[in-house]
């Protein structure tokens, strides 16, 4: 629970606030971004909710927050945030939430499908709370648990004891090592089953991959993400810990592939038409080769 004594002087005043234990994460500016915003080192709120829809909102960013950092003076039904989880982004795929401190906050996603069809996947590790699985049970349970890289598999040990669902992850970032049940390995593409593919993208990490679902939602972990800023894609220079040029080399192999969503771990989502997208792609590539 956040603490007002250490509530942060960048907090407009009024209900909503953020503390001292931040880690900067940017799920709150990136979920409301019309009430937190990032103002260097930590997020603060900026505007404090004046509408149901902006309480709502502020209330799923402090569910949302990985490490109870946001906080309110006023009392709010907890269930208002909580229940909002798994947001649902679009056909069968939603946005978890919950997200967990030990993956920096990273961005998880469910895929809801019938067991025919191969069963619930759920793609990186959100926090494992007691809320979410309640969600995730009465969903269907999870099935498939990928993993885009070793930074963000948080409590998948959980997951995994909980459901029985098998794990994905490339060999190079410890799948073999970790127990994982299906372990990935080299640089091609491989298709998981009839909707799923898992494209290696070695440069964040030597054994990221980004999983594609029915050519349309690209789960792309640390590797890709929009940037409202720059209003097209990017990469993250600075957290490339194994290769900026692999990154690089990694990013041209999408240019093969149709999807219309970004849905990264770390960063902004985005959706755009198909070629528009792959423009974006393009100039993000252009970009990187700049920096090599
Ligand atoms: S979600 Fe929490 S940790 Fe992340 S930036 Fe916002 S307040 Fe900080």
Not at 30 to 43: K, M, N, T, V
Not at 59 to 67: E, G, R, Y
Request: charged share 20%; glycine share 8%; hydrophobic share 40%.
């Amino acid at each position: 629970m956040a603490n007002l004594q250490q509530r942060l002087p960048e907090n407009v005043p009024g209900d909503f606030f953020v503390d001292s234990t931040c880690i900067d994460c940017d799920t709150c500016s990136q979920l409301a971004p019309g009430i937190f915003r990032d103002h260097g080192d930590q997020c603060s709120v900026y505007h404090q909710p004046e509408t149901i829809d902006e309480t709502k909102l502020a209330m799923m960013a402090l569910v949302a927050c990985p490490t109870g950092s946001i906080g309110a003076t006023k009392k709010h039904d907890a269930h208002i945030g909580i229940d909002a989880f798994p947001l649902l982004l679009d056909e069968n795929v939603y946005f978890c939430g919950f997200t967990s401190e030990s993956s920096f906050g990273g961005w998880s996603y469910l895929i809801t499908r019938p067991s025919g069809e191969g069963g619930n996947v759920l793609i990186d590790s959100p926090r494992f709370a007691t809320q979410l699985v309640k969600r995730f049970r009465a969903m269907g349970g999870i099935n498939t648990m990928l993993l885009t890289h070793k930074d963000d598999i948080a409590d998948h040990e959980l997951f995994r004891k909980e459901f029985g669902c098998v794990r994905v992850m490339h060999a190079s970032d410890g799948a073999t090592r970790l127990g994982f049940e299906q372990v990935v390995d080299g640089e091609q593409a491989i298709a998981l089953d009839d909707d799923l593919i898992v494209i290696p993208t070695p440069g964040h990490t030597r054994g990221h991959v980004v999983f594609l679902y029915r050519n349309k939602f690209l789960f792309t972990g640390a590797h890709l993400a929009w940037s409202p800023r720059g209003k097209t894609l990017t990469a993250f220079r600075s957290v490339a810990w194994y290769s900026w040029a692999e990154q690089t080399r990694s990013m041209s192999k999408l240019l093969a592939y149709d999807f219309e969503w970004v849905l990264p771990g770390h960063g902004d989502m985005h959706r755009e038409n198909v070629n528009i997208m792959r423009e974006h792609l393009q100039r993000c590539i252009s970009w990187m080769k700049t920096l090599d």
